[in-house]
């Protein structure tokens, strides 16, 4: 049987907005829509979507960076080596939760501060947590960047995230993620700003470092070639629900919902011989069906831990 | 015997910054056929957007073209004035830019934005035959009409997308650059609009340059491509031969490090390090830092460099064929 590190059921998070700036009505999107899945000790989920699909809410209310509507995050706590639910932590609790899961972010040009040098950066999430001597977290800090490949440490301490390339800085955001040593990672498209010969390089070092450190990462793309390559299973995402959830090679071989099906067609195969047959489905009509189903939909498991949503699609098949 | 549309001969081009000449094309040649459909390819910085600005010569102010020619259609280009040049541009070469759904005036109707190109090259057109035109274009990239009374932020990107193609065909160019159209959109846009591109030419016959750093598009697009490396062409030919027979170490790094959804799972091999700063003086072969096995010959910069045919229309770079 397999430990899970992270459970999560029911996720919601709606948004409310108003129609205009003196119209009093209001209406809520539900962003993310009642979603349910685990992550395994030591395994990759993908999340995998469209734009506007909800994967980057879902990551965001994991790590609390928005507060969830309703529903149940549980995490395995390493100091009672029990499930818990992050709604009944105190503060001291909430704060190894939050060293415990950390995020890389999709725009390694966005999401490093500009004025401070490599080594304040990596720094910082253990200055925050007041972990170790000084002279331990500096001695950290060169340890990571070893890890991550950024070698001789030496070299890049001093330096500003302007004298770096686009792979170096996504190296210096997984260092500065890695360095509160996470059971759990969320990427949110890390490499999708990469040029595809670095990106390679990126995913191997993530994949690596999972395998070292026992990090299980949630890696959210749009693109199912990449998920393919980092991840054991993949949840596929439309309009805030998951729709189909399996173990990655089954799910590639055996898609059975129309959106998945959709989403494997559109991926461009690098084999000019090879003829490309798009599973054209009718968006709108699919929104249709899946918005009206009002109770929950539920999923069905039709062997081989492959779950698909049971609401009626025979419509657009 | 297909006639070339394009023509392209050692073409070069530098940008002058203070901190020296950077040679951002270096000895371009290559030609585009009628109603054929060319891709280059290569990663940021390697030069292929500089070789498609300069193709309209729509370059930065510190860009200088230094040498070479380019042909469309027989027309030398090269040191046309400024006059000349918009009626080629656009007329003659029109250009999809990268980003460009972002470029949309925002206070300006999309189907006013796109009247004025129109108006532009055909000032004797009514308005009404201008419109028709429009409403033309739009079904052919599969937007609504009611689409030419919209402002750019009603649309999604999607749709801003087509429309920029539209645009891009509205004075029936003989060419068309489409400079990674399809880069900030999700995988099921980028689906319907490279369809789109295609039915497009299909029905027109139109002769396309497709810019892209992404290797499975390219595969999927195009007929002939180019691989570039730090501003050279390293290899070119028939888009099928290159991906069943790669000459070059760079084209194999390339194609071995594009994850696929068919097929089995692979290991993918990275290609590490960086493009050599092309401010520096070229010695030797520029991919050898990178090769995963360059000889003697190759790192110590006795090799030159330089396209040989290796197969009937398949270029490669000489280093990379003589070291096998």
Same mark, same amino acid.
């Given at each position: 049987m397999k430990k899970n590190l992270i459970e999560v059921k029911n996720l919601e998070k709606y948004f409310e907005t108003s129609a205009g700036l003196f119209s009093r009505k209001k209406s809520t999107i539900k962003a993310v829509d009642g979603i349910s899945f685990e992550i395994p000790f030591g395994e990759s989920l993908g999340l995998v979507g469209q734009s506007g699909c909800g994967k980057t809410t879902t990551a965001r209310a994991l790590c609390l960076l928005d507060e969830k509507t309703s529903g149940e995050i549980n995490f395995y706590n390493t100091d009672t080596k029990n499930m818990e639910s992050i709604d009944n932590l105190n503060e001291e609790e909430m704060k190894s939760f939050r060293r415990n899961i950390q995020m890389i972010f999709q725009d390694p040009y966005e999401s490093l501060n500009p004025r401070w040098n490599i080594k304040d950066i990596i720094l910082e999430p253990l200055n925050i947590h007041n972990i170790g001597s000084l002279s331990e977290r500096e001695d950290a800090v060169v340890e990571i960047l070893k890890t991550v490949g950024l070698t001789p440490p030496e070299n890049y301490l001093p330096r500003y995230p302007h004298e770096l390339s686009g792979g170096q800085r996504q190296r210096v955001s997984i260092a500065r993620t890695l360095i509160m040593k996470p059971k759990f990672v969320v990427c949110d498209e890390p490499t999708s700003m990469l040029d595809v010969s670095i990106r390679i390089s990126i995913m191997d070092l993530m994949l690596n470092l999972a395998k070292d450190l026992e990090v299980s990462y949630l890696y959210i793309t749009h693109d199912l070639a990449v998920a393919r390559y980092m991840c054991n299973r993949i949840a596929v995402m439309f309009n805030g629900k998951i729709v189909e959830i399996a173990e990655t090679e089954e799910l590639l071989k055996n898609p059975i919902h129309p959106y998945t099906k959709r989403l494997i067609s559109s991926i461009p195969v690098p084999d000019p011989t090879y003829e490309r047959v798009v599973y054209d489905i009718d968006f709108t009509e699919l929104d249709n069906i899946i918005s009206k189903d009002t109770e929950n939909i539920g999923m069905v498991d039709i062997g081989n831990e492959h779950f698909v949503a049971t609401h009626d699609v025979k419509g657009i098949l | 015997m297909q006639e070339n549309i394009l023509e392209v001969n050692n073409l070069n081009m530098h940008y002058e910054t203070l901190g020296g000449e950077v040679a951002a094309v270096k000895d371009i040649t290559f030609h585009v056929k009628k109603g054929e459909s060319f891709g280059l390819v290569g990663e940021s910085g390697c030069g292929k957007t500089s070789v498609a600005m300069s193709l309209v010569q729509?370059? =930065?102010?510190? =860009?200088?073209?230094?040498s070479g020619s380019i042909k469309l259609d027989g027309q030398e280009l090269i040191g046309l004035s400024e006059n000349e040049l918009r009626s080629v541009r656009w007329d003659g070469i029109s250009i999809v830019f990268q980003g460009a759904m972002n470029a949309w005036n925002p206070v300006i109707k999309i189907g006013e934005q796109i009247r004025e190109a129109i108006r532009e090259h055909y000032p004797n057109n009514s308005k009404l035959q201008n419109i028709e035109k429009i409403k033309e274009l739009f079904e052919m990239v599969g937007l609504d009409e009611s689409i030419i009374d919209r402002f750019p932020h009603e649309l999604s990107g999607g749709m801003k997308q087509r429309a920029v193609i539209a645009l891009a065909l509205s004075c029936n160019p003989k060419l068309v650059i489409a400079d990674e159209p399809t880069t900030a959109l999700d995988v099921v846009i980028q689906d319907q609009i490279l369809n789109e591109i295609k039915k497009v030419q299909d029905l027109l016959g139109l002769s396309l340059i497709y810019i892209s750093h992404d290797i499975a598009v390219i595969a999927e697009m195009t007929e002939r491509m180019a691989v570039m490396y730090a501003g050279r062409i390293v290899e070119s030919g028939p888009t099928k031969n290159i991906f069943s027979d790669p000459k070059h170490a760079y084209t194999r790094a390339l194609l071995e490090s594009t994850p696929s959804v068919v097929g089995e799972k692979v290991k993918l091999n990275s290609l590490d390090g960086e493009p050599p700063s092309l401010i520096d003086a070229e010695i030797g072969c520029s991919f050898s830092p990178r090769c995963s096995k360059p000889t003697e010959n190759c790192k110590s910069g006795k090799s030159e460099m330089g396209l040989i045919e290796v197969a009937n229309g398949h270029f490669a770079d000489k280093c990379c064929v003589e070291c096998g």
């Amino acid at each position: 049987m397999k430990k899970n590190l992270i459970e999560v059921k029911n996720l919601e998070k709606y948004f409310e907005t108003s129609a205009g700036l003196f119209s009093r009505k209001k209406s809520t999107i539900k962003a993310v829509d009642g979603i349910s899945f685990e992550i395994p000790f030591g395994e990759s989920l993908g999340l995998v979507g469209q734009s506007g699909c909800g994967k980057t809410t879902t990551a965001r209310a994991l790590c609390l960076l928005d507060e969830k509507t309703s529903g149940e995050i549980n995490f395995y706590n390493t100091d009672t080596k029990n499930m818990e639910s992050i709604d009944n932590l105190n503060e001291e609790e909430m704060k190894s939760f939050r060293r415990n899961i950390q995020m890389i972010f999709q725009d390694p040009y966005e999401s490093l501060n500009p004025r401070w040098n490599i080594k304040d950066i990596i720094l910082e999430p253990l200055n925050i947590h007041n972990i170790g001597s000084l002279s331990e977290r500096e001695d950290a800090v060169v340890e990571i960047l070893k890890t991550v490949g950024l070698t001789p440490p030496e070299n890049y301490l001093p330096r500003y995230p302007h004298e770096l390339s686009g792979g170096q800085r996504q190296r210096v955001s997984i260092a500065r993620t890695l360095i509160m040593k996470p059971k759990f990672v969320v990427c949110d498209e890390p490499t999708s700003m990469l040029d595809v010969s670095i990106r390679i390089s990126i995913m191997d070092l993530m994949l690596n470092l999972a395998k070292d450190l026992e990090v299980s990462y949630l890696y959210i793309t749009h693109d199912l070639a990449v998920a393919r390559y980092m991840c054991n299973r993949i949840a596929v995402m439309f309009n805030g629900k998951i729709v189909e959830i399996a173990e990655t090679e089954e799910l590639l071989k055996n898609p059975i919902h129309p959106y998945t099906k959709r989403l494997i067609s559109s991926i461009p195969v690098p084999d000019p011989t090879y003829e490309r047959v798009v599973y054209d489905i009718d968006f709108t009509e699919l929104d249709n069906i899946i918005s009206k189903d009002t109770e929950n939909i539920g999923m069905v498991d039709i062997g081989n831990e492959h779950f698909v949503a049971t609401h009626d699609v025979k419509g657009i098949l | 015997m297909q006639e070339n549309i394009l023509e392209v001969n050692n073409l070069n081009m530098h940008y002058e910054t203070l901190g020296g000449e950077v040679a951002a094309v270096k000895d371009i040649t290559f030609h585009v056929k009628k109603g054929e459909s060319f891709g280059l390819v290569g990663e940021s910085g390697c030069g292929k957007t500089s070789v498609a600005m300069s193709l309209v010569q729509l370059q =930065a102010d510190n =860009a200088k073209i230094s040498s070479g020619s380019i042909k469309l259609d027989g027309q030398e280009l090269i040191g046309l004035s400024e006059n000349e040049l918009r009626s080629v541009r656009w007329d003659g070469i029109s250009i999809v830019f990268q980003g460009a759904m972002n470029a949309w005036n925002p206070v300006i109707k999309i189907g006013e934005q796109i009247r004025e190109a129109i108006r532009e090259h055909y000032p004797n057109n009514s308005k009404l035959q201008n419109i028709e035109k429009i409403k033309e274009l739009f079904e052919m990239v599969g937007l609504d009409e009611s689409i030419i009374d919209r402002f750019p932020h009603e649309l999604s990107g999607g749709m801003k997308q087509r429309a920029v193609i539209a645009l891009a065909l509205s004075c029936n160019p003989k060419l068309v650059i489409a400079d990674e159209p399809t880069t900030a959109l999700d995988v099921v846009i980028q689906d319907q609009i490279l369809n789109e591109i295609k039915k497009v030419q299909d029905l027109l016959g139109l002769s396309l340059i497709y810019i892209s750093h992404d290797i499975a598009v390219i595969a999927e697009m195009t007929e002939r491509m180019a691989v570039m490396y730090a501003g050279r062409i390293v290899e070119s030919g028939p888009t099928k031969n290159i991906f069943s027979d790669p000459k070059h170490a760079y084209t194999r790094a390339l194609l071995e490090s594009t994850p696929s959804v068919v097929g089995e799972k692979v290991k993918l091999n990275s290609l590490d390090g960086e493009p050599p700063s092309l401010i520096d003086a070229e010695i030797g072969c520029s991919f050898s830092p990178r090769c995963s096995k360059p000889t003697e010959n190759c790192k110590s910069g006795k090799s030159e460099m330089g396209l040989i045919e290796v197969a009937n229309g398949h270029f490669a770079d000489k280093c990379c064929v003589e070291c096998g």
